[in-house]
DNA sequence: CCTACCGATCGGTAGG
DNA sequence: CCTACCGATCGGTAGG
């Protein structure tokens, strides 16, 4: 009985995101979403209490995948470039296996009710803020050369979030090659000491 | 008269423009607009002919800067290098200049009617075509090392267009400066024989 | 999980 | 550019 319940609940979250990433949040009605999970409109409120609930769970579960990614990540590396490297692939892994809420969370958070908002906003400066943290670390051990620490910022999050648009599961990149293109890639543009022994630069 | 017409119907693309980035297009009501622009929401359908329209207009306007932008900028340069170079700063220049257009352009596209939406995504290929061009020239001139084109296509345009996210007319950096930045990193990860010299890595 | 239904809001038109 | 209004659809509830 509760396997059921759980397991229509989890289909019910699996389809919105699907549909949230394909349609938007705004033009998903919930009468889309009935139907493509096979029942009446109605029905979906014996397993969720309301639209922005189904959003506000998508976006924080996998804020919480970062952030659980990155602690993981941070526990192997020691040096500045391990360290990044292994933050960056971490990342690009959790997008790559959540292809749907990804999309969601990097397209459709303006969408969450206030107070939710604020709260994701909160946290995800936070985590780019250890992002920056890894970036300064490598700049003190004079391993890394930035002149702006923020764009650099910007550029490594651009180049690593555009993931979710182009990675296909069947590819012939799997999602730890692909954070490991994006960290050489970004160490070069870091000007890392060793961006010259990488694979990328062949 | 026309004078009044003219303005009063760019007041509206211009307020749509800005609705449509900060709620998005579907949770942008034409009530909304009229509020915003300071008109009964029936009085916009003297100036447009339909919210999807709207978007069109908005999308294709921002295509054809794009376009347009280029054009001018590969005529000024000559060798691979200084070519990349121009071109980002060109693509650049048109977010910085656009930035509630460029945000609905990357955002709202997959809301354009079905026909727009074809027609869309071919010009978006071509115009991502010419850049990729510029990489293969650089190949053959063996001024740019790439071991995998389509990704790092995807890494340049990833870079470039998050510019709308965090741009802002008053802040440091010149649309100009941020190109030229851009192109730096880009040229950097390409391994460009002459990233050594670049003002990026100082 | 369904039937029946609610008030609110949607994009857009008629007619001036 | 406005008043008045249309049918369709919205998120969600009552009650079983």
């Known amino acids: 009985m509760a396997q059921t319940i759980l397991t229509r609940k989890a289909q019910i979250k699996a389809t919105a995101q699907n549909l949230f990433k394909e349609k938007g949040y705004s033009a998903t009605s919930m009468r ?13 409120y014996s397993h969720i209490s309301s639209k922005e609930e189904i959003l506000s769970s998508i976006c924080f579960r996998i804020a919480g995948e ?4 990155l602690s993981s990540a941070l526990t192997i ?6 360290a990044l490297t292994n933050a960056i692939i971490a ?11 990804a999309a969601v969370f990097f397209n459709e ?8 908002l604020e709260v994701f906003k909160h946290k995800r400066h936070q ?6 943290q890894l970036l300064q670390e490598g700049m003190y051990a004079d391993v890394f050369h930035i002149s702006d620490i923020n764009f650099t910022l910007r550029m490594l999050f651009a180049s ?4 979710y648009e182009w990675y296909k599961p069947n ?18 543009g870091v000007n890392a000491i060793n961006n010259k022994e990488t694979s990328f630069t062949k």
Chains 1, 2 share one sequence.
């Open 171 to 188: 590819g012939k990149l799997t999602p730890k090659e692909i954070g490991l293109q994006i960290a050489h890639y970004a160490l070069a």
């Open 91 to 101: 990342h690009t892994e959790v997008i790559c296996r959540n292809l749907d809420a």
């Open 66 to 69: 970062f952030n659980d990614a």
């Open 77 to 82: 590396g020691s040096n500045p470039i391990d």
């Open 127 to 132: 985590y780019e803020e250890k992002f920056k």
């Open 160 to 163: 690593m979030n555009a993931t």
């Open 32 to 44: 889309d979403l009935a139907k493509a999970v096979g029942i009446e409109p109605a029905s979906l």
């Open 109 to 116: 958070w303006k969408h969450l009710p206030v107070h939710d």
